[in-house]
Nanobody
Framework: QVQLLESGGDSVQAGGSLRLSCAAS?????????MGWFRHAPVQNREGVAA????????FYADSVKGRFTSSQDNAKKTLYRQMNSLKVEDSAMYYC?????????????????WGQGTQVTVSS
C-alpha cells in the first residue's frame, strides 16, 4: 500500500514563498515512479502543476508555474519537496501529491494511482 502525506501548506501574501512536502511510504518512493503535484481550487477543475520522476531523469511543469515552482527530493527521507516562489493569488488551492509508475500524460490525474490527503495553500493580495 502506497501512502502519501503532504504538508507545508499555509497562508501567505502574494509574492511570498512556500515549500510543500510529500512524504511517501517505502513502496511509494520507488525509482520507477513519478510523483505529481495537483491543485484544486473551488469551482475550478483540478490542475496538474508538476511531475517529477523519482530517478531524477524527468521533470514537467505547467506553464502557469514554470520559473516559479521547482522540485527537490530527499531519498533518505522518501520525501519530495515543491518550492513555490513568487506566489500569486491564483495559486490558492488545495495541493495534492500523487504517485504512478509512468503517468501519461503527466498532467492528467486519472493517470495516477495513489493520492495524498492534500494541503491548503492560500495566497492573499
Amino acid at each position: 500500500q502506497v501512502q502519501l502525506l503532504e504538508s507545508g501548506g499555509d497562508s501567505v501574501q502574494a509574492g511570498g514563498s512556500l515549500r510543500l512536502s510529500c512524504a511517501a511510504s517505502a513502496s511509494g518512493f520507488a525509482s520507477d515512479r513519478y510523483m505529481g503535484w495537483f491543485r484544486h481550487a473551488p469551482v475550478q477543475n483540478r490542475e496538474g502543476v508538476a511531475a517529477t520522476s523519482i530517478s531524477g531523469e524527468s521533470a514537467f511543469y505547467a506553464d502557469s508555474v514554470k520559473g516559479r515552482f521547482t522540485s527537490s527530493q530527499d531519498n533518505a527521507k522518501k520525501t519530495l519537496y515543491r518550492q513555490m516562489n513568487s506566489l500569486k493569488v491564483e495559486d490558492s488551492a488545495m495541493y495534492y501529491c500523487a504517485a504512478a509508475p509512468r503517468p501519461v500524460p503527466w498532467f492528467q490525474g486519472e493517470a495516477y494511482h495513489y493520492w495524498g490527503q492534500g494541503t491548503q495553500v492560500t495566497v492573499s493580495s
